[in-house]
């Protein structure tokens, strides 16, 4: 065959796919997907890299986001091929210019077959730093019938920089994902998605993103309800009290000048004129700089994290979010809020690192207090730290019960403030809540200390999310299996019905999920192991003397706990 027959014959082909491929007119544009088909061969379509948001770049850095300029010409969305800068990454997909979602749907909308399918909406963890929506495949979710769809935020300083006053006021990671939501809300309808039944969910940082979410008023009819796994706003790293100083500290390593000068102006001006990347790496040397197990951020506080703004035009949040939650300014939407069983071993995989740190608590018991109980005379930090030590090991050393003390990291990162976000939430709107304690092959965890359960964090995801030849586990137990068919359908039936059992079902042994009330004093859940099982009272044995621990303190106005 000729090279003109082979070019005219590649036009062709190249012609025959554009015809094909999937497109979408937006109000701000055409856009352009492709076809996909899950590991069922389920067909869908695939839009990746769509704006819904103007680059903040330039005069914009440091800005709340706005919505993106119109275009004529279709959108290539076949690709999302950057992240938002994260720490510790150095990856050449890194961008400023990040603010894209993907959307995923099983079935497109036409003039003669109208489509309004349940939506979801997944917000990525990785702790204010790190994680994109690049890469997040939920083919299970999709093969469901269910819309789905991951977004990028901005991350570290460039969204969550805050000088604690009107000039950088922060949380402009939490104001994209809002624009995000409201971009979903407003366009979802033209991939098939029902706009009226938005689900968001997120895992970790993720999760206390929507947990967020759940207590603005700006997003009240944007989503009928949410997922949370691992996280909420009450966690004690989902909070920053000392933005302002972290952001001078951070710009004087490139401009020694700020180790003095306190102007927030000055600051401003001089960081929206430095590169990009070299913002991103002063917030590492920052972070390196600080380190240390005092101050370890999954236990007090993460350096780049929502903050408590003072009052401007774009706010996202002006008050304690533990005050908010506890007077019901929430949305109340339907949620479904839970952890996995010992969140803290994916902190501790190492035994020889877990058994010094435990060391260096039991000769710093102050460490061991969380700083959200304000209690800055350090021999009353030293008794409160004797006093949490006791819940855990009745007086002796945490080194000589690593598994307490592994039970000690997950309940002050995680397990502690999920409960009581829980607890609070379920007064004013419908609450079902789980613990995921299945420790399967497909969750991968590795460690296990005598005394402490045996699924980490993050665990769960594993289960969830899956693309291609990955979804395929039926080289897995046969409880893998059956686990991830579960939460799958635990997840897309709240989504559709929100409500996790919504009838009987064989393959949830036809168990009716209780509401978490806790008006009688329990607190009803379901336990996610190699079956279902209905319990009360999640971390029995250490909760209860947390809350007796913070309400001996004598007052209550917390933002974490």
């Known amino acids: 065959m000729s090279k003109v027959r082979l070019f005219s014959l590649f036009i062709l082909l190249q012609i025959g796919t554009l015809l094909a491929a999937p497109e979408v007119q937006l109000p701000d544009g055409p856009i352009r997907g492709r076809e996909g088909s899950t590991f069922t061969d389920k067909q869908y379509y695939i839009f990746e890299k769509i704006p819904y948001a103007t680059p903040p770049v330039g005069e914009l850095r440091f800005k709340a986001p706005i919505p993106p300029s119109s275009w004529d010409e279709p959108l290539d969305t076949v690709n999302l091929d950057v992240t938002c800068y994260q720490q510790n990454a150095n990856s050449d997909a890194e961008s400023e210019d990040c603010l894209y979602i993907n959307v995923y749907t099983p079935q497109l909308p036409s003039e003669d077959e109208p489509v309004a399918l349940p939506v979801m909406l997944y917000i990525h963890g990785g702790g204010f730093i790190g994680g994109s929506g690049r890469g997040v495949h939920a083919e299970r979710i999709i093969n469901e019938d269910v819309v789905f769809a991951a977004i990028n935020y901005r991350l570290g300083p460039f969204g969550f920089m805050s000088t604690q006053d009107e000039v950088i006021p922060g949380n402009n990671g939490l104001k994209d994902q809002h624009l995000a939501l409201q971009w979903a809300h407003d366009n979802i309808h033209l991939f098939g998605g029902d706009p009226d039944k938005i689900t968001i969910f997120g895992q970790s940082a993720g999760s206390a993103s ?33 933005s302002k100083e972290i952001a001078f500290a951070t710009a004087a390593f490139l401009n020694d000048t700020f180790q003095t000068n306190s102007d927030s102006n000055a600051l401003l ?70 952890m996995t069983s010992e969140e803290g071993l994916a902190y501790n995989q190492n035994a020889d690192t877990t058994l010094s740190q435990l060391t260096s608590f039991d000769e710093h018991l102050d460490w061991l207090v969380p700083n959200d109980m304000q209690v800055p005379d350090e021999d009353k930090r030293i008794e409160v730290g004797r006093s949490i030590r006791d819940i855990y090991t009745g007086g002796e050393d945490l080194a000589d019960h690593v598994g307490d003390g592994v039970r000690y990291w997950s309940d002050q990162s995680f ?39 045996h699924v980490g964090h993050s665990g769960d995801n594993a289960y969830i999310f899956c693309a291609g030849s990955g979804c395929d586990v039926s080289g897995y137990p046969e409880a893998d299996q059956i686990t991830v068919d579960r939460v799958i359908k635990i997840w897309t039936n709240f989504a559709k019905y929100q409500n ?49 621990l913070y309400d001996s303190l004598g007052f209550s106005d917390f933002d974490t706990f």
């Open 210 to 242: 929507v947990a967020y979410h759940l207590i603005n008023q700006n997003s009240k009819d944007l989503f009928r309800g949410a997922i949370l796994q691992s996280g909420s706003f009450l966690s004690p790293w989902a909070f920053q009290r000392k």
């Open 269 to 338: 001006e001089f960081l929206q004129g430095v590169d990009a990347k070299s913002l991103d790496v002063a917030s590492e040397q920052y972070a390196n700089s600080v380190r240390n197990l005092q101050t370890t951020e999954i236990l007090q506080g993460f350096y780049w994290a929502p903050v408590v703004e003072v009052k401007n035009p774009d706010a996202f949040l002006t008050k304690k979010m533990y005050g908010l939650l506890q007077a019901g300014n929430v949305v109340g939407v339907p949620i479904l809020m839970g």
């Open 415 to 453: 397990t502690r403030s999920i409960i009581r976000h829980a607890e609070f939430y379920s007064t004013f709107a419908e609450t079902y809540f789980y613990q995921f304690s299945h420790d399967g092959e497909l969750g991968k965890s590795k460690v296990h200390y005598d005394g402490a359960e």
């Open 500 to 548: 996790p059992t919504p009838e009987p079902s064989e393959l949830l042994q036809n168990v009716t999920w209780p509401q978490v009330s806790t008006e009688d004093g329990d607190f009803y859940y379901v336990d996610i192991r190699d079956g279902l099982e209905i319990k009360n009272h999640p971390k029995e044995k250490t909760y209860s003397k947390w809350v007796e």
